[in-house]
């Protein structure tokens, strides 16, 4: 039986589920939490859009990558296919390098802000709190932090790929 809890709106009581309930208020106390260290935030979110960003503009540009045969018959002969192909696996590879470099950053930031909580942690510990109620507070946070990165980072790929 899925447990249920009352919620006072506007709009009036609303029934919605517990779960749903309580993610909702740790998204709220992560965006409290941000809005006291904005610029920790920013780091965070900045270095997540650096990695999103700088691959979606190289898997578009790898993805705009034109066969030299499929434009000018015969110069296939020329070992062009070989060099697209390298030229294609360089790129990729550079991509992923600058997106682990981007997650490395995010982890260490994440781990740092994690050290930080430790008092946190230990007083829900003592007031009860189990493995869900501890982790949800950290699933909000990198659900956050995710989304602000992929937006950030898709808007300026986005925007320089246009310019």
């Known amino acids: 039986m899925r447990q249920s809890a009352q919620v006072v709106s506007n709009a009036g009581t609303v029934t919605a589920p517990v779960g749903f309930v309580a993610f909702s ?16 935030a920013a780091a965070l979110v900045v270095s997540a859009a650096i990695g ?3 691959n979606a503009v190289m898997f578009g540009y790898i993805g705009n990558l034109v066969d030299p045969a499929a434009v000018m018959p015969g110069v296939a002969d020329d070992g062009w296919q ?3 192909i390298t030229i294609r696996v360089l790129l990729t590879a550079v991509s992923a ?5 981007a997650a490395a950053s995010v982890i ?6 994690g050290a930080a909580r430790v008092h946190e942690t230990a007083v829900r510990v003592a ?14 946070e990198g659900a956050l932090v995710g989304a602000a990165a992929i937006t ?10 246009q310019s």
């Open 25 to 40: 208020e740790d998204l709220r106390y992560s965006v409290r939490a941000f809005s006291r260290t904005p610029t920790f």
């Open 52 to 54: 999103i960003g700088a």
């Open 82 to 84: 070989g060099r697209l």
């Open 97 to 101: 390098f600058v997106f682990v470099i």
């Open 108 to 113: 260490g930031l994440l781990l740092s802000r």
């Open 127 to 140: 007031l009860g709190a189990q493995g869900r109620e501890l982790f949800r507070p950290l699933i909000a």
């Open 152 to 161: 950030f980072g898709l808007l300026v790929a986005f925007w320089t790929v």
